[in-house]
């Protein structure tokens, strides 16, 4: 997949400040406590979504600028990344003995459920779906390159999922766009 729009205003080099208190809580918790490890431990993904619209606004080859910006986008590959990791930290809790973890029904649940129906919102949906459909495809396609993405998805800590949101609701930009896999190797699944 290559990207021929770039970030028109924010540098990717931008970081959170004190600004960000203005945004809604960005605090991951995914399989903390003592409950199984669930999609209320996301933060509100509605107010995220609207808060990163307009966020790193992308200049256009033509020279015209598209103000929906990268944030929506760097949202949706966010959440791609936490909903992996949901789902590994829940079939680890359940150590392979009884896992009632439903992929498809959590996957619609985000899209349904979690994401607003904005018509601004749609890049952070369609992102969504685009990264855990590559990751199928990487396991289907490239089966080697799983260990390496699983033993990824196990170091991504809640902190880190924390700090990735804050910064895409302040800046637009997602610094650990890359934390399970680099992107550009996606055009090697056909993504």
Request: with cysteine; hydrophobic share 40%.
């Amino acid at each position: 997949m290559t990207h021929t729009a770039k970030p028109a205003a924010v540098s990717p080099t931008a970081t959170p400040d004190a600004s960000a208190s203005q945004f809604p809580s960005c605090e991951f918790r995914i399989g903390e406590g003592h409950a199984p490890a669930h999609l209320g431990q996301f933060p509100n993904l509605r107010l995220l979504t609207l808060s990163a619209i307009g966020k790193a606004p992308m200049e256009l080859p033509d020279g015209a600028v598209d103000t929906l910006g990268l944030g929506p986008v760097s949202l949706g590959v966010l959440i791609g990344d936490a909903y992996l990791k949901l789902l590994r930290t829940r079939g680890q809790q359940d150590q392979g003995l009884h896992c009632d973890v439903e992929p498809l029904s959590h996957i619609s649940s985000v899209i349904d459920l979690m994401l607003p129906l904005s018509p601004r919102a749609w890049a952070t949906r369609e992102t969504f779906l685009r990264r855990v459909n590559e990751f199928g495809k990487i396991a289907l396609l490239h089966p080697g390159r799983l260990p390496a993405i699983i033993a990824n998805v196990d170091a991504l800590t809640n902190a880190r999922l924390t700090e990735r949101a804050r910064a895409i609701v302040t800046t637009g930009i997602d610094p650990g766009a890359d934390d399970l896999w680099l992107s550009e190797t996606s055009d090697d699944v056909g993504v």
